[in-house]
């Protein structure tokens, strides 16, 4: 069955710190594979995507994600957080058939000054 | 562009009553899909529409069904409502394939008492 797993279910972070937010999956085809944010009470924004091709893929408000297949991983990374990244961080993963989205439970960001 | 947008954005009802959540998608997307996101929990597919027929079902009981409009847009009926019902429930939208982008809504909360 599809699945996705983060580990991680609240991380705290200083301002200006490295970040990695943790996410493995279980799919039998090649996935495409995504991360998206949620602000509170907001609904979900696309970060980056991966579907083929180079491994570590560019998203937007600095963010990047590198896709290890022997490890059927995807973690998000940012050299340095910012107070406004403080959110829900959500890792999907999908097919070339459908537009369906499995979701991980999500990953909870606070950033302390 | 409006993006995908939907209403209303809160409402209130009680057990065993029926709702209807209405989404408009993004300018130029044809298939939409229903998320059901409990609280803490990550996003739960309910089912996708393209070419106002149900093309997908997630593991969601007959309670919960659908429609979409000659214009793409797309409505999530529950009936018989449950306490357990209570979540935010977010409208995608995309181009169809699993090779593009879904753009979610800001969604609706449900709350039932």
């Known amino acids: 069955a599809q699945s996705v797993t983060q580990p991680d279910i609240h991380i705290t972070v200083s301002e200006g710190a490295s970040l990695e937010l943790r996410c493995n999956y279980s799919?039998?085809?090649?996935?495409?594979l995504f991360w998206y944010v949620q602000s509170p009470g907001q609904g979900l924004q696309l970060l980056l995507k991966?579907?083929?091709?180079?491994?570590l893929v560019q998203g937007i408000k600095g963010f990047e994600a590198e896709f290890k297949r022997s490890q059927s991983s995807f973690n998000l990374r940012k050299p340095s957080v910012h107070w406004s990244d403080a959110a829900e961080y959500f890792c999907?993963?999908?097919?070339?058939?459908?537009?369906?989205?499995?979701f991980g439970t999500g990953t909870r960001l606070q950033v302390f000054p | 562009d409006a993006g995908v947008t939907q209403s209303p954005t809160h409402l209130i009802k009680t057990r065993g009553q029926q709702v209807t959540l209405r989404c408009s998608p993004k300018s130029g997307h044809d298939t939409v899909s229903w998320y059901q996101q409990a609280l803490g929990q990550g996003p739960q597919f309910i089912f996708q529409?393209?070419?106002?027929?149900?093309?997908q079902r997630g593991n969601f009981p007959d309670r919960f069904s659908g429609h979409q409009f000659p214009n793409y847009s797309s409505e999530l009926n529950v009936n018989a409502l449950l306490l357990g019902d209570s979540a935010l429930y977010l409208c995608a939208s995309s181009l169809g394939g699993g090779d593009t982008e879904a753009f979610f809504g800001q969604g609706t909360r449900l709350t039932v008492v």
């Open positions: 799919y039998g085809a090649t996935p495409y």
């Open positions: 991966y579907f083929s091709g180079d491994t």
């Open positions: 529409y393209y070419e106002e027929e149900e093309r």
């Open positions: 999907a993963v999908g097919n070339k058939n459908t537009d369906k989205l499995i």
